[in-house]
Each structure stands twice: as C-alpha cells, then as structure tokens.
C-alpha cells in the first residue's frame, strides 16, 4: 500500500492528523488496488451498492407519506401516486429498485459462483454476501407487504404461517411474528417498522463485506492472485470510471421499466385491497423469490415422522444457508471455471435449474409442475453435497497460467 | 460469459410471458388505445366522454374514491367546468359546531362521490354483489384496458348447455363467465354533449379510457419525462463510455 | 481527489486536451444528471397537491356577539374572528400607522370595521397569541398578547411592543350576507 499523499489544503491536514477520513478514503478508494484484469461482471458489486443507496433515499421520503394502517395503507400509496409531488416516480422508482436490486446481486452472486470467488481465503466475504442476501430477502418481502393489497396480506400470511411448521412452539411464534390471531394492524405496523431498519442493517453489512474484500481484495478471471505492482492498477481513476458506464448501462434499463413498464413486476392483485376473507386464486411471490419457493413447495411428503410442511421450511431455508458451506463443498483448488472443464458445464446446469425452480415457482402447484420442481430441487441440493465435493476429487483441471500477466499475454482470453 | 448473459435474457423474457398466462377466460383482444406506446396520450374527447359515461352509468354503483375532482385538471377541465362538475352533487360533510353533519353541494377538492356509504350497503343494494371501486381498475386486472373493454362488450348470450345462475349474466371474458353485473352500457344509454353516436362500443371505449386515466393519471407526465430522463441518461452513458476508454488506454 | 486523476497519463498535449475536455462534459452532465434526479426526492416533501388544495373555510358571523372572539381553523392554522367594539375600531383607528413597527392602517386590515379577522399565530416565532377568550390577557394594547416572549398586539392585531417583526397576518376574505370565506 502506497503512504497516503501529503494533503496539501492545511484544513484537510489537520482533520487528517486528528481522524484520517481522506487518508482511508485515499487507500480505499483511490489508491486501492485493483487487479487490471477484471471483467464487467466485476461491475456488479458496485452496481449492487449504488441500487441499495436509491432504494434508502427513495424509502426514506416514502415513509414520510406512507401511512402504516390497515385503513389508510393502500390509499395513503395512491395518495403518493397522484398528489405527492414526483410521487409516482420515487414509488416506481423503489417498486422496481426492488427488483433491479435483486438483478444486481443475483449476477454478483453468480459471478463468484463461476470464478469460485468464495474460496480461500474469502470465504467470510463470501458468508456475508449470503447474510446481505437473506437480509434482502427479508426486506423485500416487508416491503411487498406495505401497500396492503391482496398481495400483499397473502404473502404476509403464507410466509408468517411457514413458521407454524415449527413443533410445539409453532403456533405461539406465529401469533408473536402477527401481534395477534390474525394478520392485522399490528403487523403490518411492524412490518413497516422493520422494512425500515433492515435496509441499514444491509449497509452495516456491506461495510463489513467491503471490509473483508479489502483484506484480500478482489478475486479476478483468471483465480490466481496478483503477484506484482505490474498486475494491479488504482481503483481511481480505471474503476470508478468503468463502474460508472455501467452504472449509465444499468440506469438506462432500469428507467426504460420505471417510465415505461413500472407495473410489469407486479400482480395486477396487488391494486386490489387487502380482504382476509378473500384469497386470489394464484398467488405468488416476486419473481426473485420464486425459485425458493418451488423448493418450499416441492416437498409434498413426510418423511419418517417429520410432515412435509415442516421440511419444506427448512429446506427452502437450507437451500440459502447451504450456499454459505461452499467455500468447503467446492473441493477443487482451482478458482477459476475458465480451467475447469467439467465445472463450466455443471456450472450452467445449475444455472439451468435455478431458472426451472424459478419457473416452477411461478406455476400453480398442479400436474407436471410438481415432479418437475421436486427433481429440480433434489438436483439443487445434489449440485451441492454431491457434485461439488466429487468434482473437485475427479475433475482434471486446465493448466492455470502462473500469474495474471501470463493468462493475459494468451490471445482471446481477454475476458470480455 | 456472454452466453450468460444471452440466457440471462432468455430468462427474463420467460419471466414475462411467465405472468401474462394463466386465466380460466380468453385473453380480451388487444385494441389501438391512443394511450399505448411510450408516446400514448389520452384522447381528451375519448376522456370526456369516458367522464360522461361514468357519471351516467358506473356512478350508480361504482365508486371512485382515490380520485377528486380537481384532478380533472390535470387532463384539460377548465376550473370552472370542475367546479360545475363537482357541485352537481351532495355531498355529506361536518359534524359542524352544533355537531351535525349537514350536506352540501360538491368542490373541486371532494373526491368523486361514492354511491354507497358503505361496503355492506353496497353489497345490499346488489344482491350482495360487491361492486368494486374502480379508481385502478385497470391497474389491478390482468390485462387492463384491454380487459375491460372486452367485459364491457362482452356481454352474449350462453353458448348451449352453459347454465348461467341465477342472478347471473354471461360475459364472454370474464373469468368462469358469469358475472353478476347486467349488461352496463346498452345502445343510445348516454347522450354525449359532443353529438357522438352512443353505440355499445364507443361507451366501452370512452368509459375505459376515462378509467385507465383515473387508474394511472400520471402516465403522460411519466412518459414525457422517461423519454428525457433516457435521452439524458444515453448521452451521459456514451460520454462515460469515451472516457473510460481514454482513460483506459494509458493501459495498453 | 484531483491531485490523482492526472496519473492517468496522455499522450502529448493533444490527447490530453481532448481527454479533458471529454472529462469535463461528462462531469458536467453527471453533475446536472445528479441534481435534477435529487429535486423529486426533495420537492416529494412540499405539500403535496391535496394538501394545496384544501378547501376554503366558510363561516357563519351571525352568533358571534359584539366584543366576542372567535378561533377557526384555516389551513391547520387557527384564524380569529373578532367582532370589535365600537372602542375598539376607535383605538384601532386612533394610531398614526408612523408610528408603528410594521405600519398598516387599519382600515386596510379590516375591510369591514366591526370584523377584524387576523392568523392567530405570532410572527415571532409561531406561537398562538392569548387574547381570544374572555379570561385571557390581551396584552397592553387591548388586542393579543403572545406569552411565548411577550409580544403585544393591538385591537388591530399589529404588533406594538415585543420581539414579533410583522402585524398578525390578514388572510384572504369574502364577505358573502352574514357569512365570511377565508381562503
Ligand atoms: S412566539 Fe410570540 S413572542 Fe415569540
């Protein structure tokens, strides 16, 4: 690490010498080096933080018209449609922030997942990545609940219910998670007040996730670490430059949804009120939760003497935790799928099956559907506790280049 | 990687077709709204009319409770044409300080007034049939405009063999076919001011415009503002774009 | 921050030229980009459209008796409506507007001499005067006295002693019969 500048305006001098604000900012974001090899899925790290800091600032004037009552919720965010100056635009903005978020973090994920970007020694960055994710998942589904349409309340009931599979404490957890016997006001009071604090707890989170990425710093295409001056390159100016094209990238899209199509996310349930009495006939939960939810809903049997909704709890739970264990499920020692032949395939197999169970997800749980999402889901979990382990045992490598200044010196393997 | 992305893409185009299946009638057939398109406007006669039809037809039962009546403003009603619109009716308002509600006529910044006082009272005056409120219906039906143009033409007699309840009507695109309000709109039911022929389907078209803007009042304004906010965005992208590769070239 | 962009080297004046003219149109247009899209999040905190259009308060003047003060609400602020006394119009008449801290004549404020209809909030820093009910002080003038930090209104509601800059402020009226509508 190169020593901080000498700063030459004498007010920054003295913050500096009492708190060295400019000098970390210097060494985290300015001086940090990078690997110069990185590809644009690097970009969606960073892409991922810039959308969680519209999704806080939009939330945060939201909140200041919202009203968190089971009588006023839903017309309090119309009310914010059509009277609240720029209202229409913050709320669509944050409705399909949502889902931009999720976009950002899913090729983030799978990024990682290609460049083995979560072994040694960054696997506690990897295992924050996965609380951020799960926190995410948690906040979503709050704030999905909000506008109090029938969406809404039904994904606030069947969600909260996943916890009545708990024996003995079950019920009494349930009636805790509602304030109540039903989903009432207090839920959604409460709701709102944790769709509110999470977000901050995401940002602590990143801090800490940015923390260990610094400690090792990034992985790149390649796998291999830098070894030389020669190989990294300051963040500043090469990464904030590429980071903000895709950045102009991103917004470009995400606007086309937000002024064009803000509603293609949504079930046109969601514009009808909450009513308890009334379910719709097909519900389902935003299309960055589907696949997990065909894995809660593909386990239609007992076993033993544990009852299938039970196991259905705690193997869509599993199959986020699962992805934490990795980093020592992945047996192989190469990084990189670019020298894993047989990895490259499996790798988009996965990716294959997670777009089944999202489209399973999606489906009414009838027919073909529900063996198709119940082999989906067993090839999950295999591509973890089989694949992956015995892969590593048997799969025989490419030759990894030594250094990252040797894979580039290759021709067409520039990455992008 | 690219191949990644391409199913990437796949995917999300699944996604898409994904939600637009899935209903037990036929999809209501698509009609040239003057409102589609990312430079759609609403016809302000089509509106107008649209205006007419509900206060003379949908009005009796259906209620528009998250629109007011200055909001019309927002779509080309002078002041004072709002003003006629609103004080034609009574609405409730108080307690006043003898602690009486009293009735008075409508303003501007009354929402549209509701037929029934009440959920219950509705379903009472309709054979416990539920009205819905229609400030975004075409927000919260799959298929929106196009969907309610086709319930309110939709409207035949059973094909042979279907057994239509009691109480029931047939409706050609309503889910299950069997929709418990009459046919609505029936030839001549309005007279328009602008002398326009009162057919089934110019009712059906003008009612549904009128709702789609009451569902989504903001759209000309998003749309108008999206194709400058994109127009922005793709410059400042090709800028940022130059400059990384300048800045990048110092690399290589 | 600007010491560290020059090590992205150029090659000769030329492309340094170009390189920071393309760095300063895109700072630029990133710059204006970042505040127009700050100007929803900010102008979503005005009042909103239903909140500007609130309707006028009308109000019926016929029980309110000679010497009495009324409180009404405006817009979340309280206005009052007092019917002044024939002494009341006098002193409120007698005073050289020179002479005043914010000067206005009387019959300027009260379009109609026998009501004087003012914003009950202090211009000093926004509290509710005493003065409108018949128990309350009503300052050394005969009108208002704020108890915040001691201004004193006159039976014109202007402000003659204290730290409060402006007179009570005249909201916009219509005398309609026996009723007035204020907004
Ligand atoms: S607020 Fe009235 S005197 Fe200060």
Redesign the pocket.
């Known amino acids: 690490m190169t020593p901080a500048p000498v700063w030459k305006n004498p007010i920054v001098r003295w913050i500096d010498y009492r708190l060295p604000v400019f000098s970390f900012i210097h060494h985290q974001l300015v001086d940090y080096p990078t690997p110069r090899n990185l590809s644009y899925w690097w970009n969606f790290g960073s892409l991922s933080g810039i959308v969680l800091v519209i999704m806080v600032m939009t939330g945060i004037v939201l909140a200041m018209s919202y009203t968190p009552h089971v009588d006023h919720a839903f017309d309090s965010v119309e009310r914010i449609m059509r009277d609240v100056n720029y209202g229409w635009l913050i709320r669509y903005v944050h409705m399909n922030g949502a889902s931009a978020f999720f976009v950002c973090v899913y090729i983030h994920l799978f990024r990682g997942l290609y460049y083995g970007s979560y072994k040694a020694p960054r696997e506690i960055l990897w295992i924050v990545g996965i609380v951020i994710l799960l926190t995410m998942m948690a906040t979503a589904f709050m704030g999905y609940v909000l506008p109090w349409g029938q969406m809404s309340f039904w994904a606030a009931t069947v969600i909260t219910n996943l916890f009545s599979a708990i024996p003995l404490i079950g019920e009494p957890i349930v009636a805790w998670l509602w304030g109540g016997f039903s989903i009432d006001n207090p839920t959604l009071n409460r709701f709102f007040a944790l769709h509110y604090l999470l977000p901050f707890v995401i940002l602590g989170l990143v801090f800490v996730h940015l923390w260990a990425l610094h400690i090792h710093k990034s992985n790149n295409p390649v796998g291999v670490e830098t070894k030389s001056a020669r190989e990294e390159i300051p963040f500043h100016p090469y990464y904030t430059i590429k980071d903000l094209f895709g950045l102009g990238v991103l917004l470009f899209f995400f606007l086309c949804f937000v002024f064009f199509a803000p509603n293609m996310f949504v079930e046109p349930d969601n514009y009808i009120p909450a009513n308890p009495l009334v379910t719709p006939a097909h519900i389902v939960p935003e299309w960055y939760l589907m696949p997990f939810y065909a894995i809660l809903r593909a386990i239609t049997f007992d076993i033993w003497f544990i009852p299938a909704k039970l196991i259905g709890v705690i193997a869509m739970f599993s199959s986020i935790v699962i992805l934490m264990l990795l980093p020592w499920l992945d047996t192989s020692p190469v990084r990189s799928a670019r020298y894993r032949p047989i990895y490259k395939q499996v790798y988009w197999i996965f990716f294959a099956d997670c777009l089944v169970l999202g489209y399973i997800g999606a489906s009414p749980p009838e027919g073909w559907y529900i063996p198709i999402g119940q082999i989906a889901t067993a090839y999950y979990f295999g591509h973890f506790l089989i694949v992956m382990p015995l892969l590593g045992i048997f799969e025989r490598p490419l030759p990894v280049p030594e250094s990252i200044t040797a894979a580039m010196g290759m021709p067409k393997e520039a990455g992008r | 990687m690219i191949r990644f992305g391409l199913v990437l893409a796949a995917a999300l185009g699944l996604g898409v077709t994904l939600s637009a299946e899935a209903s037990e009638a036929p999809k209501a057939p698509a009609q040239a709204w003057p409102f589609n398109g990312p430079l759609g406007t609403y016809d302000r006669n089509d509106l107008r009319r649209g205006l007419t039809v509900y206060r003379n037809v949908c009005a009796s039962c259906h209620s528009l409770h998250l629109v007011s009546y200055r909001h019309l403003a927002g779509v080309g009603f002078t002041e004072e044409e709002i003003k006629t619109i609103a004080a034609a009716v009574e609405v409730e308002d108080g307690p006043n300080d003898q602690g009486e509600k009293f009735s008075r006529a409508g303003r501007p910044a009354d929402r549209f007034k509701s037929p029934f006082a009440n959920p219950q009272a509705a379903r009472a005056a309709n054979n416990g049939a539920f009205p819905p409120d229609l400030s975004v219906i075409t927000k919260a039906r799959k298929g929106g405009p196009d969907y309610l143009y086709g319930l309110l033409t939709g409207y035949k007699n059973p094909p042979a063999g279907f057994k239509v309840l009691e109480g029931m009507n047939y409706n050609e695109y309503f889910p299950g076919h069997q929709i418990a309000m009459p046919a609505p709109l029936n030839e001549g039911g309005v007279e328009y001011p602008d002398g326009t022929k009162s057919t089934v389907q110019q009712m059906a078209h003008d009612v549904t415009t009128f709702l789609s803007w009451a569902s989504e009042p903001e759209m000309e304004e998003r749309k108008r503002m999206g194709l400058k906010v994109l127009m922005v965005i793709f410059v400042l992208t090709a800028l940022l774009y130059g400059l990384k590769r300048q800045i990048w070239a110092a690399l290589h | 921050m600007s010491d560290t962009t020059a090590h992205a080297a150029g090659h000769g004046d030329d492309a340094t030229t170009r390189r920071d003219f393309l760095l300063y149109a895109t700072s630029s247009v990133g710059a204006i980009g970042v505040g127009l899209s700050v100007w929803p999040l900010v102008d979503s905190m005005n009042p909103a459209a239903d909140v500007r259009a609130l309707a006028s308060t009308e109000v019926d003047l016929s029980p309110i008796q000679v010497g009495q003060t009324i409180t009404v609400v405006w817009r979340g602020k309280p206005v009052f409506i007092r019917h002044r006394t024939a002494d009341e119009i006098k002193a409120a008449g007698a005073v050289n507007p020179e002479d005043l801290v914010d000067p206005q004549l009387d019959a300027v404020r009260a379009a109609k001499p026998e009501w004087l209809i003012v914003v009950g909030v ?1 211009t ?4 509710v ?1 005493l003065g409108y009910a018949p128990s309350q002080p009503k300052g050394d003038f005969g009108g208002w006295f ?1 108890p ?4 004193h209104y006159d039976t014109s509601g202007r402000i003659r002693k ?3 800059p402006k007179n009570l402020a005249v909201p916009p009226i219509v005398f309609n019969g026996t009723t007035v509508k204020i907004g």
Request: aromatic share 0%.
């Open positions: 202090c000093h820093l926004g509290c005067p704020c915040c930090h001691g201004s204290g730290p409060a």
